[in-house]
């Protein structure tokens, strides 16, 4: 399935030593998240993870209602940065931590905005049925994680196939696998108003069907952003 990446861009990066309550330590540096939309609005209830370049370990945190946050990351190392939401992979940029002597405190401000329209990677359904594989229980979590973090989000789940069989199938068939994903997100805590769930059979075509690989691109569902 086609991944949706996010456009995320570093607005500013800066350091200065400087002690604080919030105790930044020699090999610890103390940074301020700023989150902002394409508007220059915060941005709330995002995860950003900072992935160690040396080790792997990864330091998440949250924007607050003033979409910033705080976070103890450790100096001389890179780290890829990762905006949590749709999927575990959106997108990334590499943000480094110089390595200065004293406490190091520093502001980092990543404006992005969430896709109006994507769609959901890593959800696999048993063949020709609305069931849902346990491989895709990980892409619908962060889904229903999200919404829990935004409650004001409001969705519409749109189901697709592809066009082998009849028509009629294929629409009952998307129809359902929507409502299979509505259903999980219901039961993580997600309110069922909050999502729409749509089938639309064969007649959105991404690609052609005249291929394996086009008419697993066909049979997807997508995510649409109705209210934020």
């Not at 086609?2 to 456009?7: A, G, T």
């Not at 979590?141 to 069989?165: C, F, P, Q, W, Y």
């Amino acid at each position: 399935m086609k991944k949706y990446f996010v456009s995320l861009c570093i607005v500013c990066a800066t350091f200065f030593s400087y002690a604080q309550n919030l105790q930044p330590t020699d090999d610890m540096a103390l940074i301020t998240v700023h989150v902002k939309n394409f508007k220059g609005m915060p941005s709330i209830g995002d995860k950003v993870s900072f992935k160690s370049k040396k080790n792997g370990k990864i330091y998440t945190g949250v924007s607050t209602r003033d979409g910033t946050f705080q976070i103890l990351l450790p100096e001389g190392d890179s780290y890829i940065v990762l905006v949590m939401g749709f999927e575990m992979d959106n997108t990334n940029n590499i943000f480094t931590v110089p390595e200065n002597p004293g406490p190091t405190t520093g502001t980092y401000t990543i404006t992005y905005e969430l896709p109006k329209v994507y769609t959901l990677s890593n959800l696999y359904f048993d063949t020709g049925k609305a069931t849902i594989r346990k491989d895709s229980y990980e892409s619908l979590s962060n889904l229903a994680e999200l919404m829990k973090r935004k409650s004001l989000m409001v969705i519409e789940l749109a189901g697709h196939t592809d066009n082998v069989g009849s028509a009629e199938s294929n629409q009952k068939l998307s129809e359902a696998r929507a409502q299979s994903v509505k259903q999980y997100l219901v039961s993580k805590g997600v309110p069922a108003m909050r999502v729409i769930a749509v089938g639309y059979g064969q007649t959105q075509p991404i690609a052609t069907n005249n291929s394996e690989q086009g008419r697993q691109q066909n049979r997807r569902t997508e995510v649409k952003i109705l209210h934020e």
